[in-house]
């Protein structure tokens, strides 16, 4: 059900890694352009509920996506439209979940950034923070189980996740299994609001990875090629057996926790210091340096993401919303089971 | 011979899923070659290697994982040490599991065994019953067993079934109650059973209650009351046809949890039984539940706090003096 965009990984050589940065530059414009889609629909009121955008967050979650494999497990967080489309969801599924289509895999009963199909690898966040991580570690754990071997499973994460009971829970389980789980942590140095000096103590996210066992690696986030660079050796040791493997970003969300929020909190310090470099015009400059593309494959590509973004908006504005009376309201499988339906 | 206990029953359940499932796996903690905190999953770990596994002390990883593994098509169960702690894996039950098949059709046939309900001497975090705030929660199916028979049979059930299932298995029931033997057959998921048949008044109970419930019917039988108790057997979903037959027969209703009255069993029971059965009622209907604080540590505070035989058996006459 999933597109895949084969990638070879662990990134090595000069051309391959040129290829791979090429392919996510490539979902990183996607995504930033549908992210904007969506924050325009968002203030022109045709989007219900909240809008979250990964502005600075692209390069790290394109990394991601296209280190995973297509039969690999990947927990996305709200910022992860770069990751989810490099693992291959369509981006058809995120604009039906933002109008709450009866056509999208959520149907309208889920919305904006909760989404996913779990049968396909792919995870539908709930809202609390740390809980997709041991759910990520059962689906590894079932694998091994059924004699299915090489699978990594990649869990997505905020900086302030790892204050969450969940963090620590699931992370101490996949180390006691030994699983192969990838968890990312995005320290994009706000929660909502809160900053990193009220949010944890230790000098560096990365020194949480001793104490559990397992392997850490640290990423500027802002940096695409050191991104891929990272994001393939930790994949590749997950897959190799070594265990769970934690890997921490540095960058800043150049936006606001919503579109709600106009993230005034923000320090200017931090806007300016290289953590609030936007990865994807550094990406761009990255490419033209290294004759990868020239200004007018640039400009084709942006041509060509924004006619795919409108052309799957309109369509999706013209396709049938949820109706309230063919709602089946039944929360379980076991339709036998089902008060509401005996009544 | 009377050999084989509710505690056996369940352990036999789990055998006999392990055997006959391939998908099914057992998770908890001290599960494995200890054998579960009761001894629920005895020799389960040598007879079937590699199915069962003792977990961290981390309730929220574990369900989190049984999810994950459910969407694998998996069926496992996991053991609570003791219901009480099944708080701390709260939010992957009630929010995860409970919404994946609503939000993504992709069903969570995990089952989470919680030993449950008061004991003498265990107090207020070894004590709880949880079937209430479960069973509040769209998504989840919530079985209170009440004999050796159903335990064995509905946790059979509970692991066949498509849907996250709240096992709340009754410790005090554990070693006292035994049976001849294991059933063939069971009634369905979802139908109460008429544990004792009457004509003057219903007492609506579940679990280790349906004995007070017995016991104090026995009691009133030589006042020459005839009460009818009915064991729901399963809390969600609630089975209000037979409540409301066995309330027409006898136009009386007395509804006994041991859990806390607020929001509880006993009070949905009631609210369908009036607002759906007004018509049917002779007197007020009226609910005995544990107090409304903690569970109580010593012996004499601890009976006092949970409805018993002798304050069902009261509260009964109260309703039948009307």
């Known amino acids: ?343 | 011979m009377n050999n084989i206990t509710y505690l056996e029953a369940i352990r036999e359940a789990q055998a006999h899923a392990l055997r006959e499932d391939p998908r099914v796996f057992i998770y908890g903690q001290d599960v494995g070659s200890f054998g579960g905190a009761f001894k629920a999953t005895k020799n389960l770990a040598k007879e079937y290697p590699g199915r069962v596994f003792d977990a961290p002390i981390s309730e929220d990883a574990m369900i989190g994982l049984a999810v994950g593994a459910a969407i694998e098509g998996l069926r496992p169960v996991i053991e609570m040490q003791f219901a009480d702690f099944s708080t701390v894996g709260f939010n992957q039950i009630v929010n995860q599991a409970a919404t994946l098949f609503w939000r993504t059709q992709v069903s969570c046939p995990i089952t989470v065994r919680l030993p449950f309900g008061g004991t003498s001497g265990s107090g207020p975090f070894h004590s709880q019953c949880l079937e209430a705030i479960y069973a509040h929660y769209p998504g989840l199916v919530v079985l209170t067993p009440a004999t050796v028979e159903d335990a064995y049979a509905m946790l059979l059930a509970a692991v066949a079934l498509d849907d996250p299932v709240i096992f709340c298995e009754h410790k005090l029931l554990y070693y006292h109650l035994k049976a001849e033997s294991l059933p063939r057959e069971a009634l369905p998921i979802g139908k109460a059973r008429i544990a004792r048949e009457g004509r003057d008044l219903t007492v609506v109970t579940y679990s280790a209650m349906v004995h007070e419930a017995l016991a104090a019917a026995e009691e009133l039988a030589t006042e020459g009351w005839q009460i009818e108790v009915v064991d729901l057997r399963s809390i969600k979903p609630l089975d209000t046809d037979t409540v409301m037959a066995s309330v027409a027969r006898t136009g009386r209703l007395l509804c006994v949890g041991e859990a806390w009255p607020w929001g509880g069993v006993t009070a949905e029971i009631i609210a369908r039984v009036a607002s759906e059965g007004y018509g049917l009622l002779d007197a007020p209907p009226q609910r005995l539940n544990a107090k409304d604080t903690p569970v109580p540590y010593h012996p004499n505070l601890w009976a006092a706090h949970r409805p018993t035989a002798r304050s069902v058996a009261a509260a009964a006459r109260n309703i039948l003096r009307h």
């Open chain 1, 1 to 343: 059900m999933l597109q895949t965009v084969s990638v070879p990984g662990p990134v090595g050589p000069a051309g391959a890694l040129g290829e791979t940065t090429i392919v996510a530059y490539r979902f990183m414009l996607r995504a930033r352009l549908l992210d904007e889609k969506f924050a325009a629909l968002y203030r022109a009121g045709k989007i219900h509920g909240g809008v979250f955008l990964g502005r600075g967050q692209e390069a790290l979650s394109a990394a991601i996506g296209v280190s995973l494999q297509k039969t690999d497990v990947f927990a996305p967080l709200i910022r992860d439209a770069a990751g989810r489309l490099a693992f291959g969801e369509p981006m058809l599924d995120a604009v039906r979940t933002y109008f709450g289509s009866a056509l999208g895999p959520m149907r309208g009963r889920d919305g904006n950034v909760h989404r996913g199909r779990p049968q396909a690898g792919l995870l539908p966040m709930i809202s609390h923070l740390g809980a997709m991580v041991s759910v990520v570690n059962g689906i590894l754990f079932a694998r091994r189980f059924k004699g299915i071997s090489g699978t990594v499973g990649a869990a997505c994460l905020g900086e302030g996740a790892t204050s969450t009971g969940s963090f620590h829970e699931a992370l101490n389980q996949a180390a006691v299994e030994k699983l192969p789980l990838v968890l990312i942590v995005a320290n994009n140095q706000y929660s909502y609001s809160t900053p990193n000096s009220r949010q944890f103590a230790c000098a560096n996210l990365t020194d949480k990875a001793v104490g559990y066992g397992a392997t850490a690696h640290s990423v500027d986030g802002t940096d695409l090629a050191a991104c891929l660079t990272t994001l393939g050796a930790a994949v590749a040791a997950a897959r190799a057996g070594n265990g769970p493997q934690l890997v921490v970003a540095n960058l800043l969300r150049l936006c606001g926790h919503g579109e709600h929020d106009d993230a005034g909190y923000i320090l200017p310090e931090l806007k300016h210091s290289p953590l609030g470099r936007d990865c994807l015009k550094l990406a761009e400059e990255y490419l033209l340096q290294q004759k990868l593309a020239d200004a007018a494959q640039l400009a084709v590509w942006r041509s060509e993401a924004l006619r795919e973004i409108e052309d799957i908006v309109a369509q999706v504005q013209r396709e049938p919303v949820p109706d309230p009376f063919a709602e089946e309201w039944s929360a379980i499988a076991s339709q036998h089971l089902n008060e509401t339906n005996k009544a």
